[in-house]
């Protein structure tokens, strides 16, 4: 089970923190994603982690704004989310890989966390 925390309100420029807390043991035998999805758009990929989190990866969109880390002794994963822009607003969520390397595509994750809602404004 997935339980994602952190979302808010924030001015454009700002920073967010949002974390994502897993229950279960195998948590660290897994990589991570975050995807979103606004208003009337399809969700989309927004960064994953490998399972040591050695290994990130990040849409171009969110490329060096966006930080994705994890912590498996706390079973949790983050993305720290700076310079926001408003087209960043979305329900964010986080999901389970099916694996231990990282992936992009929604079909390789299994457990999908209930989301969080950024909302930034302009």
């Known amino acids: 089970q997935l339980q994602a925390s952190g979302g808010g309100l924030v001015q454009a420029g700002g920073s967010l923190r949002i974390s994502c807390a897993a229950s279960?043991?195998?948590?660290?035998?897994?990589?991570m994603g975050w995807f979103r999805q606004a208003p009337g758009k399809e969700r989309e990929f927004v960064a994953a982690?490998?399972?040591?989190?050695?290994?990130?990866y990040y849409a171009d969109s969110v490329k060096g704004r966006f930080t994705i880390s994890r912590d498996n002794a706390k079973n949790t994963v983050y993305l720290q989310m700076n310079s926001l822009k408003p087209e960043d607003t979305a329900v964010y969520y986080c999901?389970?890989?099916?694996?231990?390397?990282?992936?992009?595509?929604?079909?390789?994750?299994?457990?999908w966390g209930q989301g969080t809602q950024v909302t930034v404004s302009s």
């Open positions: 982690i490998s399972w040591s989190g050695g290994s990130t």
């Open positions: 279960g043991r195998t948590f660290s035998s897994y990589a």
């Open positions: 999901a389970r890989s099916k694996g231990i390397v990282l992936v992009t595509t929604e079909r390789s994750y299994d457990y």
